[in-house]
């Protein structure tokens, strides 16, 4: 008996999905989540995570995935071949966004053209950002808070589009370096805590992903409303 090709893919996925999971769990630490409501207690909820590889938890994820591909929220490409498309995607975005990140470390230094696409706004929205922190002397360090990421959703419309949704907390310290060759050093500029939820679109160039677009949704310095 065939099988449909719809539920194949979704059913692959769903192991993908799920065995990436735990691969993931083995293969590195976990952030401890904090209270959302800034009391610095763990969450109970979120501080330890399970995975479920189940044939009940693979079969609730196979049903999820045919729905997202029913309303459009999840599209298959053009072989057929979602798991490894939506891995691929997955990891070189994880890859660009660390980039990105690391940009506001030293703004005058970053290769911009590695992690954007040609002619895209979020190339020509970088380079702007970043030749304004290098006037003004301002910065981020790698060992003073951080830019945590979660996906929410995929999206591939086509085979060289994908779009991105993405809870964010940035809990980045931006100083200002002016005086960074004095006895004063680094001093801090804004210590603003914002969680994010953002829509990132991909484009498909010369054989690899890049950032082609950044858009943010609903962004807040005191709801925590998402958990990447």
């Known amino acids: 008996m065939s099988r449909h090709p719809l539920r194949s893919a979704a059913a692959s996925l769903a192991c993908a999905v799920l065995a990436t999971s735990v ?20 969450d109970p909820e979120t501080a330890q ?6 044939a009940e938890a693979i079969k609730e994820r196979t049903d999820d995935i045919n ?9 298959l490409a053009d072989d057929g071949s979602v798991a ?7 990891s070189s975005f994880d890859t660009l966004l660390s980039g990105w990140t690391s940009c506001f470390h030293r703004p005058a230094r970053c290769d911009v053209e590695s992690l954007t696409a040609p002619e895209s706004p979020e190339r020509t929205r970088l ?48 100083f200002d ?3 960074a060759d004095t006895e004063l050093g680094d001093i801090i500029f ?11 679109t991909m484009a498909y160039v010369d054989d690899e992903w890049r950032l082609f677009s950044r858009r943010i ?3 807040s310095p005191v709801a925590r409303f998402c958990q990447p």
């Open 127 to 174: 380079r702007e950002s970043l030749a304004y922190y290098t006037t003004e002397q301002i910065r981020t360090r790698p060992d003073e808070g951080r830019l945590e990421w979660g996906i929410e959703s995929i999206n591939m419309s086509n085979e060289d589009r994908a779009r991105i949704t993405t809870c964010e907390y940035d809990t980045r310290v931006y």
């Open 217 to 219: 949704d609903r962004r």
């Open 84 to 90: 490894e498309s939506i891995a691929t995607v997955q």
């Open 49 to 54: 995570k399970v995975y479920d590889i189940t």
């Open 67 to 75: 729905a997202g591909i029913a309303s459009g929220e999840i599209a």
């Open 190 to 200: 804004d210590t603003t805590i914002w969680t994010r939820r953002v829509e990132w």
């Open 23 to 42: 691969l993931a769990a083995c293969g590195s630490s976990t952030p401890l989540q904090f209270g959302a409501d800034g009391s610095g207690q763990l």
């Open 177 to 179: 370096s002016s005086m």
